[in-house]
Each structure stands twice: as C-alpha cells, then as structure tokens.
C-alpha cells in the first residue's frame, strides 16, 4: 500500500536536487567565468534551479497549510 502523503513526502528530494544543480551549474559558471558565452548559460542556469528550489519548497509549505486548513 502507498501512503496517501507519498509525493508529499518525496518532494524533499526533488529540492535537493534543485540544490544541487544549482551548485553545480554555479561552480562550472565559475570556472568558465561569468563573461564568457558558455559561463554566462551556467550562471543563469544556476539561478534557474535556485529559483525552481525556493518555490518548490513554498509549494511544499502551501500544500501543507491547504491540507492541515482541510482537517
């Protein structure tokens, strides 16, 4: 049987992975440099990632209030 609160639960994870792209992508701008073409893509992609992770855990947060407010 799965838990009803199973994506739920999974969606931590998927932050970290956010948190680790956006790392990964931060450090290869870094070392390719922030001017250059291809350290340029990795910045923004790096911020991209932050960016998914931070909503991704206001979606986590907002789906908690909506099912503690149904309860």
Request: proline share 3%; charged share 15%; hydrophobic share 45%.
């Amino acid at each position: 049987m799965i838990d009803e609160h199973v994506w739920y639960q999974a969606w931590p994870a998927s932050v970290q992975s956010m948190a680790m792209w956006a790392e990964l992508t931060r450090r290869g701008a870094d070392l390719l440099g922030s001017t250059t073409p291809a350290g340029a893509r990795l910045s923004a992609t790096s911020q991209f990632f932050q960016h998914l992770g931070r909503d991704m855990v206001q979606a986590a947060e907002h789906w908690r209030q909506t099912v503690s407010a149904s309860t």
